[in-house]
T-cell receptor
Framework: KAGVTQTPRYLIKTRGQQVTLSCSPI?????VSWYQQTPGQGLQFLFE???????NKGNFPGRFSGRQFSNSRSEMNVSTLELGDSALYLC???????????????FGEGSWLTVV | SQQGEEDPQALSIQEGENATMNCSYK?????LQWYRQNSGRGLVHLIL?????REKHSGRLRVTLDTSKKSSSLLITASRAADTASYFC?????????????FGKGTKLTVNP
């Protein structure tokens, strides 16, 4: 079956703009997590949605938001972009909440965001 | 906050050699997972070891877990150029009423042909 699909793969935005990234999980998966990856900070957890509800949240400012639809597809939005938001944004899906014991999560290829 | 920390940060070896990467974590865990990431791509799950297991094998991979030392190691035997990637350990961190899967900063492995 198809893996986790993220769109767009690459995008360039200007400071102050906003951006929306999309993630389609593996069929049947109800959990979607988002991560930001930068060379300096590594992989940082943004938030997780399960059955359209935000279950867990990382330590990011309110400019970062997300949502999940009834078909489990998820979007994340970053408003008022800053240069430091340039990163690889990774989406991951799993059957259960990602922190569940023994639960394997599957990652998409990521969306490369460059803020200029 | 980081839960897991991998060591070394970078490792360069010749094809055929073994590669060992270590991970230390801070809090008690139910399990620990290892992932691989090829440059600029998504992460791929390699292996999960539960807290009541001490060692686990999968093909050329061997993972050990020492809960008393809060550490794990990943051994790749008979390495190949295709093993060149970054390797991350991941554990669940419970913080402020939230649970999340957190990753270390990774070990960048280069296998030279």
């Amino acid at each position: 079956k198809a893996g986790v699909t993220q769109t767009p793969r690459y995008l360039i935005k200007t400071r102050g703009q906003q951006v929306t990234l999309s993630c389609s999980p593996i069929s049947g998966h109800r959990s979607v997590s988002w991560y930001q990856q930068t060379p300096g900070q590594g992989l940082q957890f943004l938030f997780e949605y399960f059955s359209e509800t935000q279950r867990n949240k990382g330590n990011f400012p309110g400019r970062f938001s997300g949502r999940q639809f009834s078909n489990s597809r998820s979007e994340m939005n970053v408003s008022t972009l800053e240069l430091g938001d340039s990163a690889l944004y990774l989406c991951a899906s799993s059957l259960a909440v990602s922190s569940s014991s023994g639960n394997t999560i599957y990652f998409g290829e990521g969306s490369w965001l460059t803020v200029v | 906050s980081q839960q897991g920390e991998e060591d070394p940060q970078a490792l360069s070896i010749q094809e055929g050699e073994n590669a060992t990467m270590n991970c230390s974590y801070k809090t008690s865990i139910n399990n620990l997972q290892w992932y691989r990431q090829n440059s600029g791509r998504g992460l791929v799950h390699l292996i999960l070891i539960r807290s009541n297991e001490r060692e686990k094998h999968s093909g050329r991979l061997r993972v050990t877990l020492d809960t008393s030392k809060k550490s794990s190691s990943l051994l790749i035997t008979a390495s190949r150029a295709a093993d060149t990637a970054s390797y991350f350990c991941a554990t669940v961190l419970r913080e402020g009423g939230s649970e999340k899967l957190v990753f270390g900063k990774g070990t960048k492995l280069t296998v030279n042909p």
